[in-house]
């Protein structure tokens, strides 16, 4: 399957940012609060999220309010458990 975009958004940037926090210095939750801060600080407009992973804790909480504040949409998955 080959899907072809042109010109969608020419001057669109997209960033990448996986949040692996229980294989690295810092928890899950406190990686993904990281994730989400270090975005709004490189001035991304739209912060896509897919996290297969529990319930959101208050550190999340606490950045996707300063995303809010900052003029960032966050668009979250529901229901990311894969194939099973």
Same mark, same amino acid.
């Given at each position: 399957l080959f899907i072809y975009f042109s010109m969608m958004a020419p001057e669109a940037e997209i960033y990448d940012y996986r =949040?692996?926090? /229980?294989?690295?210095? =810092?928890g899950v939750n406190?990686?993904?609060a990281?994730?989400?801060d270090e975005? =709004?600080?490189?001035?991304?407009?739209?912060?896509?999220m897919s996290i297969q992973y529990g319930?959101?804790?208050f /550190?999340?909480?606490q950045a996707m309010r300063r995303a809010k504040?900052?003029? =960032?949409?966050?668009v979250a998955?529901?229901?990311? /458990?894969?194939?099973?």
């Open positions: =949040v692996f926090g /229980s294989q690295g210095k =810092v406190r990686a993904i990281m994730a989400i975005a =709004v600080d490189m001035g991304c407009d739209v912060i896509n319930a959101a804790d /550190s999340w909480n504040k900052e003029g =960032v949409l966050i998955a529901a229901g990311n /458990s894969g194939d099973g």
